[in-house]
């Protein structure tokens, strides 16, 4: 059984910063695609950013020049450190990998994280 494990979420006033965590664990072969998604409250999921397993990283526009994202590939996790926020960007936000697993490759999905950008 593969989980995906988010934390770093929480409060923050607009203009700070927050790191979000997410690993992977269970009977793991191959981690391909690492992702951040989010979704506010009546809106649809978006993705916010991603990375391949070769690291090659691409981000929703709303984020670029203040989100970074990362991966651990030896620790099977990745990270994604959000810089200068703005109240726009509360949301739960949700780690994604794409994991080849006991033979099969499929979409696993984290338990979601809250993060609330607000004064």
């Known amino acids: 059984q593969v989980q995906l494990v988010e934390s770093g979420g929480g409060l923050v006033q607009p203009g700070g910063s927050l790191r979000l965590s997410c690993a992977a664990s269970?009977?793991?072969?191959?981690?391909?695609?690492m992702g951040w998604y989010r979704q506010a409250p009546g809106k649809q999921r978006e993705l916010v950013a991603d990375v391949t397993s070769a690291g090659e990283a691409r981000y929703v526009d709303s984020v670029m020049g203040r989100f970074t994202i990362s991966r651990d590939n030896a620790k099977a996790s990745v990270y994604l450190q959000m810089n200068s926020l703005k109240p726009e960007d509360t949301a739960i936000y949700y780690c994604?990998?794409?994991?080849?697993?006991?033979?099969?490759?499929?979409?696993?999905w984290g338990q979601g994280t809250q993060v609330t950008v607000s004064s």
């Open positions: 994604n990998a794409d994991i080849t697993a006991q033979g099969r490759r499929g979409s696993f």
């Open positions: 269970g009977r793991i072969f191959s981690i391909y695609t």
